[in-house]
């Protein structure tokens, strides 16, 4: 028998403010065609003055708990992964605990900007199979527009804010690729592309925030085939062919690595889960952003076979599968 990482629930909140292209081409010079044929983008949802990252997280989190059925108390372990968080420290999983009444176990942050929340998973995965964690709630939330350039139209058009959480439970299965559960995960990271996609501020460097700067060209580039390879390792992995995967449930980058993605596994467009319409980027949120989307929709049936990717800044990238 193996141990596995059952995913018993997803829950998601987006801010109420949604600022659409037409009304970012008043601030910027830029229009909804531009935004919307290069990216995929129509409108973002922005976090009103005063909502924190930790906020998010905590709306999110409460709806994956009622999904499944639980308690704040019910968790030991709790994983926020996030590019902005609250304060430097301490981590905000540590405000998100208090807040949900978890009194035992423990909390903590992971920080792979837009890889985040599979690496987020991925860590909560392996506590979960070593026996170390039993249930755990994984979480990505973002209040990316704060750290943005609202007058660089190369940048500010792209992001959201938003969060996105599950529930996992350690259960039994035989250590195939037949099992529910997380059946492998991979992660990767180059440093040397650190400058490609980064934000110009720390507590070390400048003792600021700061704001993103990309070189869009080069990102793309690599992400087409960084993102292709963590989709071959998690197949290759599990012993499995493209036909076997149910649903991609990609990070909401850019449509058309979206669409690449979903091409190369030979998938009907049906069979993709898309938010970037309605969400942009949310960095770390957006994946159990749509996830929790297709899972509360009915789509994403017990059984099916769900295969995730993100890539982000650093360069970090990996790849989920799980058997829902």
């Known amino acids: 028998m193996a141990r596995r990482s059952l995913l018993l629930s997803a829950g998601s909140y987006l801010p109420k403010e949604i600022l659409t292209n037409a009304e970012l081409a008043r601030r910027v010079e830029t229009s909804d065609d531009w935004i919307s044929q ?23 989190a409460e709806q994956a708990l009622h999904h499944a059925g639980l308690r704040g108390a019910d968790i ?10 609250d304060h430097t420290f301490p981590a ?4 998100v605990q208090q807040r949900l009444g978890m009194k035992g176990g423990f909390a903590m942050d992971v920080q792979a900007v837009c890889s985040g ?24 939330a973002e209040t990316f527009s704060r750290i943005l350039d609202w007058k660089d139209r190369n940048t500010c ?11 996992l439970e350690a259960g039994e299965g ?5 099992d529910r559960g997380i059946l492998c995960t991979h992660l990767f990271s180059d440093g040397s592309y650190y400058d490609k996609l980064y934000v110009d501020g720390g507590p070390s460097a400048t003792q600021t925030t700061g704001v993103v700067h ?11 085939v960084n993102l292709a390879a963590a989709v071959d390792a998690a197949i290759a992995s599990a012993g499995i062919t493209p036909d076997d995967v149910d649903w991609l449930v990609p990070h909401q980058a850019n449509r058309r690595i979206i669409d690449s993605m979903g091409s190369k596994l030979k998938l009907p467009p049906e069979k993709v889960v898309v938010t970037i319409d ?37 360069f970090t990238w990996g790849s989920a599968l799980i058997r829902y």
């Open 214 to 224: 990309m070189e869009g060209k080069e990102v793309f580039r690599h992400a087409v």
């Open 278 to 314: 309605r969400h942009a980027n949310t960095s770390a949120a957006s994946i159990p952003l749509a996830l929790a989307e297709a899972v509360n929709d009915g789509r994403i049936q017990r059984g099916q076979l769900v295969l995730m990717e993100a890539m982000g800044g650093g």
């Open 92 to 95: 905000t999983a540590t405000k």
């Open 157 to 167: 058009v792209l992001f959201g804010d938003g969060a996105g959480a599950v529930v």
């Open 38 to 60: 290069r990216t995929g983008i129509r409108q973002r949802h922005i976090a009103a003055p005063g909502e924190l990252t930790s906020d998010l997280a905590v709306h999110a």
């Open 117 to 140: 929340f599979v690496y987020a998973l991925a860590t909560a995965d392996n506590f979960i199979r070593v026996g170390q964690a039993h249930r755990a709630l994984v979480i990505g």
């Open 174 to 178: 035989n250590g195939t690729s037949k």
């Open 76 to 85: 030991d372990m709790l994983v926020v992964a996030t590019t902005t968080p």
